[in-house]
């Protein structure tokens, strides 16, 4: 699959099949996927975190544990239902790969740019499973942001995860077009000095 072919064709999967993680070979080729990623002044702004089967468990934990402060009762219905969600949040797929920005705020990195070259890492990969046959969707949000989540990886200050990259092998029919507006009604063209 070429580039143009593999950008046009990918979409989110959201459905993986309950089978063996894929192999420390392939999760290894999308590593060095994302960190060919383009970054300004080489700051390689960027940390993974690959959970597999059961290592996605004590992720789950700290994050059941984290919603349990979010409810008003633990122990009713709705606060259960509300824990279990948050608990199957990292089980959705056999493979996790978390990115985080590690911004180094005492070096020539600028914030958003390092912020831009882990968004591009997360592309790489996104694009490099599609290319192997691999369904892959990013997520993010309060679950990956909360201080518990942060420290379970040992995260600093300036450090966050700003993607939760779930791999495997699609359970569903990916849709087959994308829902985009034309890029004509985002683009402005400047051909003449005026
Ligand atoms: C920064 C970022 C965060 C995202 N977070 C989520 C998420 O938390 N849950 C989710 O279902 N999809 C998430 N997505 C995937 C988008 O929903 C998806 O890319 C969008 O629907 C377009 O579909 P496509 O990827 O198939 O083209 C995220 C995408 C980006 C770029």
């Known amino acids: 699959m070429d580039v143009s072919e593999a950008i046009q064709s990918r979409r989110s999967i959201k459905i993986f099949k309950d089978i063996e993680p894929i192999s420390k070979n392939d999760v290894e080729q999308l590593l060095q996927a994302a960190i060919m990623a383009p970054n300004h002044h080489r700051t390689e702004p960027w940390k993974?975190?690959?959970?597999q089967g059961d290592g996605r468990l004590p992720l789950s934990r700290v994050m059941g544990e984290w919603a349990k402060t979010l409810v008003d009762d633990p122990n009713s219905e709705s606060g259960q239902k509300r824990i279990n969600k948050m608990m199957n949040k990292p089980l959705i797929a056999?493979?996790?790969?978390l990115v985080?920005?590690?911004?180094?705020?005492t070096g020539k990195g600028i914030y958003s740019e390092d912020h831009s070259a882990v968004a591009a890492a997360i592309q790489n990969i996104l694009l490099e499973?599609?290319?192997?046959?691999?369904?892959?969707?990013w997520k993010s949000g309060p679950a990956y942001e909360c201080e518990p989540v942060k420290s379970y990886f040992n995260l600093g200050d300036h450090e966050e995860i700003l993607g939760a990259i779930f791999i495997g092998e699609a359970d569903m029919k990916k849709e087959p077009v994308a829902k985009r507006q034309p890029f004509t009604e985002k683009t402005v063209w400047i051909t003449e000095d005026n």
């Open 48 to 51: 993974f975190f690959v959970l």
């Open 94 to 97: 056999p493979t996790i790969i």
């Open 100 to 105: 985080a920005l590690s911004h180094d705020e």
């Open 129 to 137: 499973a599609h290319g192997m046959g691999y369904g892959a969707i």
